[in-house]
């Protein structure tokens, strides 16, 4: 019964600039403390763009192949959204968890943020992932997705443990951000953790991060706020696991069908 050590990724983005982007972040990656779980903002190849034909990644596959490169070289998990093209010419938020072996699963963003016109370029996601790692089960999510519970729901039957948000969040909605972690960490009875970009960008949209962990309870972990930064935490599946044991609320949950 092993603890899980993450590290969040609380970075500027440099707009539009992939490799510019992969350069500054595996530097940090490199001198980054020793994690199972490395976390890297929504986007964090080009910052939230919609020029997707100019900046795409056809099938990621740079990107991918550099986040395989790392994780070898780590010895940890890392997770983070790029947009990509497919070959059915669709444009897609997808998050990459990619293992230490150079194994690695994906999730498509379900819930496409259409203030922004994401709609308008990308194709919405239609499944789950959770992903299984040294004992834990893992549910990662994309930025918009943090404000629709039902998407985000635990299974009773096979509940995952952490429930990981990748974002570009802008300063001007904290207060959402700030209060929908912990509202679904409390409601999943699971660990919920926010890893928010900062800066700004050419759209004028301002940053200020507040990357944060909050626990099955919905209290709060530190965190750095509007600093670049790295932040590593160990979560503790004893203390997690003994919670549910007295207080089995996921067996009391609504059952939910999801349908396109």
């Known amino acids: 019964m092993s603890d899980l050590k993450i590290t969040l990724f ?13 350069d500054h972040i595996g530097k940090l990656i490199s001198n980054a403390p020793e994690s199972d779980v490395m976390i890297l903002p929504e986007t964090f190849t080009t910052g939230f763009s919609m020029n997707v034909r100019e900046k795409a990644e056809q099938g990621g596959e740079k990107t991918l192949s550099w986040m395989k490169e790392h994780a070898r ?24 968890w990619v293992f230490p072996d150079g194994s690695y699963e994906f999730y498509n963003k ?7 016109d994401e709609d308008q370029y990308f194709k919405p996601g239609n499944r789950h992932l959770v992903v299984d790692y040294k004992g834990w089960k893992i549910q990662p999510l994309i930025c918009y997705d943090l404000r629709f519970p039902v998407w985000a729901r635990n299974n009773p039957q096979s509940p995952y443990d952490v429930l990981i948000y990748v974002a570009n969040w802008p300063s001007v909605r904290q207060t959402a951000w700030d209060k929908l972690l912990p509202a679904r960490a409390i409601e999943n009875a699971c660990y919920s953790v ?6 700004d960008d050419p759209n004028g949209i301002i940053y200020k991060g507040n990357s944060m962990i909050y626990d099955f309870l919905g209290n ?16 503790s599946r004893e203390k997690l ?13 609504d059952r939910f069908e999801i349908s396109d």
């Open 73 to 96: 070289a780590s010895g940890s998990c890392i997770c983070g959204s790029v947009m990509i093209s497919t070959a059915e010419e669709a444009y897609q938020n997808r998050l990459y």
């Open 10 to 22: 609380e970075i500027e983005l440099f707009w539009e600039e992939p490799q510019k982007n992969r």
């Open 241 to 253: 696991l003994a919670f549910r044991k007295k207080f089995p609320v996921l067996n009391d949950a």
């Open 220 to 235: 709060p972990e530190e965190h750095t706020a509007n600093h670049e930064g790295l932040k590593t935490f160990l979560l």
């Open 110 to 116: 379900r819930h496409l943020f259409t203030f922004a």
């Open 194 to 199: 926010g890893v928010n970009r900062i800066g």
